[in-house]
Every structure is written in C-alpha cells, then in structure tokens.
C-alpha cells in the first residue's frame, strides 16, 4: 500500500520560528513536491525536487527553503514563520508522468 | 503558463441529483496529462481520474463519468445519482509535457476546486 505521511497534522508557530516540516514516502518515488492549500486558490506549488539534493522553485517559493538529503524524505522550511504562512501543507510524491500520491497534510497556524 | 480554471467554487445539490464539475485548461504543451482529485473532509487527497492529452474517450467508472475535449479545452466530470458521500472538495489539474530533454517532472497545476455538497 503506497505511503506518503508527514510529521504532523496540526502545527502551531509563533511568528519568527523556524519551522520544519518533514514528508516522507516509501515508494520510491524520484519526484516530490510541497504544495499549499488556502481557501478559493487551490494547491499551489512552493517547491519540488526530481532527485536527491536536487530542487526547484514552483510558483510561490518566497518565505520558504527545502532539503532532500534522502530520496525518501523532503523537507519544507521556514526560515522565519510569519502570519501569512498560515495555511494547509501537503506533500506529494510521483514516478514521472503518473498520478501524484498525497499526504494527509499539516495545518499550520503562525501566531 | 499552465492554467486550470473550475469556475463552480460551490455547487450544492440534493441527494440522487446528477451534477457536473467543470474544468477548463490551458497549456501549449502538446503532450499533457489531465486529473481529478477528490478531497473529502478528512483533508486527504484522492486521485480520481489520469487522461492523457492523445486519448479523447470519455470514461465513466460506476457513478462517475469524465468528458474531455480537446476543441473546447475541458475535461468535466460528471457524477450521476449523487450521494452524501460524495461531498467533498473536488479538484481538476493538469501536468506539464515532457520538456526539451524530453522528462517531465510531473508538476500539477491545479484548479481552485468547487466545494460539492450533497445534501440528504
């Protein structure tokens, strides 16, 4: 059964903290992404990696850094959490040109 | 640019009623790929549906129909006889073609989803 989880489901931050949130898959996927959800715009894409150490920007990549040191694992960081990064994180992972499987997703609220 | 528009942001019908999403796109690639995602309230995202941009048949899976054409760039997707279930936000996305290396990283575009809610 394919796997795609994330460290947590619900986050609370306060505004200036570093904030790390881990995803891993175990399908061995090349491909994953980090994607934020906020309410009438969709999943938007902040970052994705093909390969290990190697990354991309997507279309909203301000604010944020990723790390792929395994190619299980992908990381979203923020350096410096603030307010408007509240929203719904989800990660997902692919082999090319096929569905992606999503995580369950972590709500992160920035005080 | 890719782009995906669902113009429905909500769509509220009773239960046994048939309902269509829409979904309109925009790409130059000419190799693509088009999906369905289903989101219930859980928050999980659940694939629904891969065509790809060579296969025009419409596909239908128990309840669930798609129509895609490529004339009209859209790809709507139809569920007849609704059920409580089946409410949820629903999203379409396209991924990107093969680039000049001839990969594709299988980024999605997505839709800003229409929220389905079937009442009882």
């Known amino acids: 059964d394919v796997k795609v989880t994330q460290s947590s489901r619900y986050l609370v931050k306060r505004t200036g903290e570093k904030v790390f949130l881990e995803c891993v898959q175990d399908m061995d996927h090349e491909n994953m992404f980090w994607y934020r959800q906020d309410p009438g715009l969709g999943l938007r894409l902040i970052y994705f990696?093909?390969?290990?150490?190697?990354?991309e920007k997507g279309d909203i990549p301000e604010g944020y850094s990723v790390s792929r040191e395994k190619k299980e694992r992908f990381s979203l960081i923020l350096e410096s959490a603030s307010t408007n990064q509240t929203s719904m994180y989800l990660c997902a992972s692919t082999l090319t040109g096929d569905e992606q499987y999503f995580g369950p997703g972590t709500r992160l609220t920035v005080t | 640019a890719q782009k995906v528009t669902q113009a429905q942001t909500e769509i509220s019908v009773v239960e046994k009623e048939d309902v269509t999403l829409d979904c309109v796109y925009e790409t130059r690639d000419t190799t693509y790929y088009l999906f369905w995602y289903k989101q219930p309230p859980s928050g999980e995202l659940v694939f629904l549906i891969r065509r790809n941009s060579f296969d025009e048949q419409n596909e239908i899976s128990g309840r669930y129909s798609w129509n895609f054409q490529k004339s009209t760039s859209s790809f709507n997707f139809t569920i007849t006889a609704s059920q409580v279930v089946d409410s949820a936000v629903y999203f379409c996305?396209?991924?990107?073609?093969?680039?000049?290396?001839?990969?594709?990283?299988?980024?999605?575009?997505f839709g800003q989803g229409t929220i389905l809610t079937v009442h009882p």
């Open positions: 996305a396209l991924s990107e073609g093969e680039n000049a290396g001839g990969t594709s990283y299988g980024k999605l575009t």
């Open positions: 990696s093909y390969d290990v150490k190697m990354k």
